[in-house]
């Protein structure tokens, strides 16, 4: 599932943008999901209750009260593997695209060649961060959480929770077949219903693991695995 945004507040721009992508996506066979924006505002609010839910985003640069180069810098902040592309009717801000990390610069009307290349680099792109980031949805929405944002997973019954620094996500799924999947990261089993990656863990003591601001049950089987982690995270740091 690739997830899309576009943020422009010039509607015929916004609908020609969508409908030449979905033309692609559907040609290319490829599941996605496409959100409008209309303003930098609107698109800010929505990005922090749902961050980790969008890969790329198409962002007019000239726009109302704040405009896309002051969105794309406030995103960065809190996300820093999402692929900007700049669009917009002008070529003054070709530069400045590079100070937010930009994947790439359009000027209006987008050409079919080269949101085609940008499709493919975005999708290269989450296959060079597979390693690191972590990749599961609930229903429709589909979410990459960067490892190092996790602080541990949780099971309950058939629901895991991923609890990071920004939000927690919830999934159905099984606490073995997720430890399975976070390969290139340093995660570590100490219960039966926790997984905690071993940056996270502030101290063990006794039966409890600090981990953030939250004191976590450590059975007796996992103690010695959970200091060894616990040890090459201090060692790497």
């Given at each position: 599932m690739l997830s899309i945004a576009i943020c422009d507040d010039n509607r015929e721009s916004r609908l020609s943008l969508r409908w030449l992508l979905e033309s692609i996506l559907e040609r290319q066979g490829l599941e996605h999901i496409i959100?409008?924006?209309?303003?930098?505002?609107?698109?800010?609010?929505?990005?922090?209750?749902?961050?980790?839910e969008v890969d790329l985003?198409?962002?007019?640069?000239?726009?109302?009260?704040?405009?896309?180069?002051?969105?794309?810098?406030?995103l960065r902040a809190d996300h820093d593997i999402l692929q900007i592309v700049f669009v917009t009717g002008f070529s003054d801000y070709v530069f400045d695209g590079y100070g937010v990390g930009a994947l790439d610069y359009l000027l209006k009307p987008a050409k079919r060649e080269q949101l085609e290349s940008?499709?493919?680099?975005?999708?290269?792109?989450?296959?060079?961060?597979?390693?690191?980031?972590y990749s599961c949805h609930?229903?429709?929405?589909?979410?990459?959480?960067?490892?190092?944002?996790?602080?541990?997973f949780a099971s309950d019954r058939r629901k895991i929770h991923c609890?990071?620094?920004?939000?927690n996500y919830e999934f159905y799924g099984k606490?073995?077949?997720?430890?399975?999947?976070?390969?290139?990261?340093?995660?570590?089993?100490?219960h039966q219903r926790y997984l905690v990656r071993a940056d996270a863990i502030g101290q063990i003591c006794g039966n409890e693991v600090q981990v953030g601001t939250?004191?976590?049950?450590?059975?007796?089987?996992?103690?010695?695995?959970?200091?060894?982690?616990?040890?090459?995270?201090?060692?790497?740091?």
């Open positions: 959100y409008e924006f209309s303003a930098g505002e609107t698109l800010l609010s929505w990005m922090h209750k749902h961050p980790n985003l198409f962002l007019d640069i000239e726009m109302g009260a704040l405009n896309g180069m002051e969105t794309a810098r406030t940008i499709l493919s680099r975005t999708l290269a792109k989450r296959c060079q961060d597979a390693g690191q980031v609930s229903g429709d929405i589909w979410y990459r959480i960067p490892y190092r944002e996790i602080l541990y609890i990071t620094t920004k939000r606490l073995d077949e997720v430890a399975q999947e976070l390969t290139g990261g340093d995660f570590v089993r100490i939250q004191t976590l049950p450590i059975s007796r089987s996992c103690h010695e695995q959970a200091l060894l982690a616990l040890t090459r995270s201090a060692l790497k740091g």
